[in-house]
């Protein structure tokens, strides 16, 4: 009989063993999943670091010296997707390329001295102001700014406007 005794103590020990095992395993499984939860909510959360090269949207491109843009001209400038327009009294503009009415690309058509937008027949002056409609509003401005002669353009952010204002207007 001591030996039946036996057995089932050992059998009701392995039970209580293997039951205290998967315990503890179910629980660490558990921590392990809300560790993972947390640490996908942080890298959602958290902001990203931007790496922008030198010289591309989204960063201050340096278009040249002052000297180089003759008056009463428009300079396309693919990589930061704007025109720099140097105006007839020797200011700066920085245009949007894109049209305010569905923001397809502007070229400038130098024999008529206009943006003309190829999708809808909008047109834009030199300074970006609506000439023709459907576009609602003048072509988006960026930030320029002269340092010792070199004409710079912030194209961290576009501004909007309604109409101009020679505020716009950067004189070197």
Known sequence: MSTMQDKADKSEHKGESRRSFLKTLWIGLGVVAIAEVVGVVYMYLRPRKQHIKEETF???ITAGSADDFENDSVTAFRRGQL??????????LALSRKCTHLG??????????Q??????????????????SPAPRPLDTYTVFVENGIVKVDTNRRSKRNRFESSQVIYS
């Not at 025109?83 to 700066?92: A, I, K, P, S, T």
């Not at 943006?115 to 023709?132: D, M, Q, T, W, Y």
Request: with cysteine; proline share 5%.
């Open 115 to 132: 943006f003309k937008c190829p999708c809808h027949s909008s047109a834009f002056n030199i300074k970006g102001e609506v000439l023709r």
């Open 58 to 60: 989204g960063s201050v």
């Open 104 to 113: 397809c690309t502007v070229p400038w058509v130098e024999s008529e001295k």
């Open 83 to 92: 025109y720099l327009v140097r105006l007839d009294d020797g200011g700066f």
